[in-house]
């Protein structure tokens, strides 16, 4: 979560949908103004996304 700064006018949604045996998850992240908060913090947004919140700490959260 985040409050604030180029994030306070924005909305994130997760959509979970039933494919075959599995869930897809998607996430969009929108709201962004501004060429820096379009370009730049999108995309410093979206590696934390990939690198770390989906490929690790979802993961290990679900297993609990």
Known sequence: SGS???LKNTI???KL???NSTT???FEHT???GFVNSVLVR???SNG???KILSV???EYLLK
Request: glycine letters at 16%.
């Open 31 to 33: 709201g962004f103004k």
């Open 57 to 59: 700490q979802l993961p």
């Open 12 to 14: 994130g949604t997760l």
């Open 43 to 45: 995309k410093i947004l």
């Open 17 to 19: 949908t039933a494919e």
């Open 4 to 6: 604030g700064g180029p």
């Open 24 to 26: 897809r998850l998607d």
């Open 49 to 51: 996304w990939k690198k």
